[in-house]
């Protein structure tokens, strides 16, 4: 059965599918080399949540009964139209020992068909950001033939770095300390040609794209879902924005009874990019 949402924003309301819906947002044509599109998305709960400790295990994690195909299927549509996506070593290493499962590739056969007939690669160039360098990789990586690069800062160990450069993986060198900064990462993925970035890291990594005012676009499900937890994430991880921290509208969605016995906002929001001499 096709899905239906509730378009609230902008006006008139109307009934739209949610099948294709970020699909013909038509990301992969709105950057250009010089300066590519920018996006993020991320599901929260209306008490700002991201993600809860686990008290046991001591890490964090996305509730399983605030996620939904609805939004999956949406955030895959994202990824279908990057020609690059970001993540990290955090997710590396949680993937290698089982902890997550793999979305490094686009599997869905409609959405890798959509990506051959759209110009894009079968599956995006993968950016790994790690201070530690202190990750493994996934037999996925090479098996569809991706493009890795390894983000890091200057003074990251170099023995690490030694380590990755001796199996043939290049680091791109985009922070001054051991983090990788937003701005000289989408520099040096700009530099690589990269247009339709998609950011599929964390909080951090949110942050610093956030800060240094590189982000075009910022895609949020809202579950209408109160998760509470005393140790959580929430969007952000530094210290209190300006008015980089102000975004703009573009869409409301509303998707009733889902989950089962609450609802869910699709919402997308524009934010200005820097030119480079604003920052
Ligand atoms: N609800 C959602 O939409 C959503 C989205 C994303 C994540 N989450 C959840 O939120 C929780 C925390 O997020 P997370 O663990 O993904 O991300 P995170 O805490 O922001 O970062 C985790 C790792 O990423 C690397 N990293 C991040 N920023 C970096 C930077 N600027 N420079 C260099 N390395 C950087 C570091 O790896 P190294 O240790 O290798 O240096 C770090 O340990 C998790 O439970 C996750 O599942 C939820």
Not at 222 to 251: S, V, W, Y
Request: aromatic residues 10%.
């Amino acid at each position: 059965m096709q899905k239906n949402l509730l378009r609230f924003y902008p006006d008139p309301c109307e009934k739209v599918s949610i099948k294709g819906l970020y699909l013909a947002h038509q990301l992969h044509k709105l950057g250009t080399a010089e300066s590519p599109f920018v996006y993020a998305n991320f599901l929260s709960s209306l008490d700002g949540r991201i993600a809860v400790e686990d008290a046991v295990q001591g890490a964090t994690h996305i509730p399983k009964h605030i996620t939904t195909a609805s939004d999956f299927g949406l955030f895959m549509e994202l990824h279908a139209q990057a020609d690059c996506i970001i993540t990290h070593g955090g997710y590396m290493r949680a993937l290698g020992e089982g902890r997550l499962g793999n979305i490094l590739q686009v599997r869905d056969k409609e959405l890798v068909e959509w990506r051959k007939n759209n110009g894009l690669k079968p599956q995006p160039a993968v950016i790994i950001a790690s201070a530690s360098l202190d990750f493994p990789l996934h037999s996925s990586l090479q098996e569809h033939a991706q493009a890795v690069y390894i983000a890091t800062g200057r003074n990251a160990d170099p023995d690490r770095i030694r380590y990755w450069q001796d199996l043939g993986y290049p680091l791109l060198f985009t922070g001054e300390d051991l983090m990788v900064y937003g701005a000289p990462l989408i520099d040096a993925l700009s530099g690589l040609g990269y247009k339709a970035i998609y950011l599929i890291a964390g909080p951090q990594m949110l942050d610093t794209v956030v800060r240094e005012k590189q982000l075009s676009r910022l895609y949020l499900s809202m579950t209408h879902q109160l998760i509470g937890g005393k140790d959580f994430r929430t969007l952000l991880t530094g210290a209190m924005l300006g008015p980089e921290g102000n975004l703009i509208l573009d869409a409301l969605y509303y998707e009733q009874d889902s989950p089962p016995g609450s609802g869910q906002f699709f919402m997308q929001f524009g934010l200005e990019r820097s030119t480079g001499t604003d920052i």
